[in-house]
């Protein structure tokens, strides 16, 4: 059965940085694109970055371009979110899926696999 972990979510000061880890299991990350997500209260999960397997590249959120960075150790089977610089306003519970749409559409639907958050609090 294909599982998604994430985890590395917490409190950090505006300004502060965070890693998140997202850890498979019964299947390969490295043949499906991946995905990152995240949710706020009272809005709609969106998309934050993706890597697409069909030609390799990275995709980011223009709210995030220039603070997130995505990155996988295919060895581990394990995706990362590298944050920094982070604001209150990236606040929201972060979500990692898997089995997109080669083009990294940000349309939660299609996504097949995902795993079951970690909260991001960014606060003073």
């Known amino acids: 059965q294909p599982q998604l972990v994430e985890s590395g979510g917490g409190l950090v000061q505006p300004g502060g940085s965070l890693r998140l880890t997202c850890a498979a299991s019964?299947?390969?990350?490295?043949?499906?694109?991946i995905g990152w997500f995240r949710q706020a209260p009272g809005k709609e999960r969106e998309g934050v970055s993706c890597f697409s397997t069909g030609d390799g590249s990275t995709h980011y959120a223009d709210s995030v371009k220039g603070r997130f960075t995505i990155s996988r150790d295919n060895a581990k089977n394990t995706v990362y979110l590298q944050m920094t610089s982070l604001k209150p306003e990236d606040t929201a519970v972060y979500y990692c899926a898997a089995d997109g749409p080669l083009s990294c559409s940000n349309y939660v639907p299609a996504w097949a696999y995902w795993g079951q958050g970690t909260q991001v609090t960014v606060s003073s």
């Open positions: 019964g299947f390969t990350l490295a043949h499906y694109p």
